[in-house]
């Protein structure tokens, strides 16, 4: 069962992810290591202020999500501005999904 509840945990953030590129608003290019971490903190933080926001449409699990679509997000951009990505340092989805499994495989 957990790894039915982790595919589609990560099936949720792939498609938040997805939502977030079609936002003619946003635009990743726009952004810094600051501002995505202040975009991060906001989703993360609000669960610690449950009084400030609507409870009932942003539930722990979608703020959470939406978490981690934008630290996807943060990853990615960081990714292709310093240009270091390296296809062994990807996180895959999958049969190995935390980075302690991926590692093993080097």
């Known amino acids: ?6 595919q589609n945990a990560i099936a ?3 498609e938040e992810r997805k939502y977030q590129l079609q936002q003619k ?6 952004n810094t290591q600051g501002l995505w971490a202040s ?3 906001n989703y993360v933080s609000r669960w610690a202020m ?3 926001f609507n409870v009932d ?4 699990r979608i703020c959470m999500i939406k978490t981690a679509a934008l630290a996807l997000a943060a990853i990615e951009w960081y990714d292709v501005q310093t240009e270091c ?3 062994k340092q990807a996180l895959k989805v ?3 999904s935390t980075l302690k499994e991926i590692q093993k495989e080097k």
């Open 25 to 30: 608003e946003w635009n990743d290019n726009n």
């Open 94 to 96: 999958g049969s190995k």
């Open 39 to 41: 975009y991060i903190v």
């Open 57 to 60: 449409k942003y539930t722990f």
């Open 12 to 14: 949720d953030i792939l």
């Open 1 to 6: 069962m957990t790894k039915k509840i982790r």
């Open 50 to 52: 449950p009084y400030s």
């Open 85 to 87: 990505f390296d296809e």
